[in-house]
């Protein structure tokens, strides 16, 4: 099993449709690279991940004494979160996957594990957890803060100053004005305009966004 325990060589755990677009960021930067496909899911064994077979379980880490890097391809916040603390508990080091057409500023703090998709923008002084998604086309404005294993979806705008707790969940398009804060374990719905403060483990939606019962 040498040959797969290169620094080139990666391991993406997760087979669903966040880890197509991982893989696809990683063949993006270099197609060359050789990736091999976990997933903890029993149902997931017969499963293709654009071309690539899922080998096992996590277990295969240890089992394979491996010495690469680990990409996060899990969408949930929870279940990717849990992996984080696996994986440095474990002394694995996570791969940050970022898209070649992303944008980052030279003082943008990028934590370990975690994903900036195809178009993300983050800027200046903004600080992106370890775990953390950018999806497609999302942007982080200078300063912001976004808290680990928190997902931004697609086309989600944070202004200046923003704060997203961790595990938080951005829905697809949302807006959050200057200097608002948005508490850990919370979720946004779809096209939302975020111009309060949001507390912590709540649901919201809306223009503006207010609580909703799930």
Not at 14 to 41: C, M, Q, T, Y
Not at 136 to 164: E, F, I, K, W, Y
Not at 187 to 193: I, N, Q, R, T, W
């Amino acid at each position: 099993m040498s040959d797969l325990r290169g620094d080139s060589d990666l391991v993406l755990i997760g087979s669903g449709g966040h880890a197509k677009v991982v893989l696809e960021a990683i063949r993006a930067r270099n197609p060359d690279r050789k990736v091999i496909i976990l997933d903890d899911d029993p149902a997931a064994a017969q499963r293709t991940v654009l071309g690539l077979e899922v080998s096992g379980t996590r277990d295969w880490l240890v089992a394979n004494t491996w010495r690469g890097r680990v990409a996060l391809g899990i969408g949930d916040n929870g279940a990717r979160g849990e992996l984080l603390h696996w994986l440095a508990e474990r002394g694995f080091e996570a791969e940050t996957v970022v898209h070649p057409s992303a944008i980052v500023g030279a003082t943008a703090d990028i934590g370990d594990g975690s994903f900036l998709g195809a178009g993300s923008i983050v800027l200046a002084d903004a600080t992106i957890g370890a775990g953390a998604i950018v999806n497609t086309g999302a942007s982080v404005d200078h300063d912001c803060m976004v808290g680990a294993a928190a997902h931004l979806g697609p086309g989600v705008r944070l202004c200046g100053n923003v704060t997203v707790g961790a595990e938080s969940l951005i829905g697809v398009g949302t807006a959050v004005r200057p200097g608002v804060s948005i508490g850990a374990n919370a979720v946004v719905g779809a096209g939302s305009a975020v111009v309060c403060d949001l507390a912590a483990g709540g649901t919201y939606a809306g223009c503006p966004a207010r609580p909703i019962n799930r």
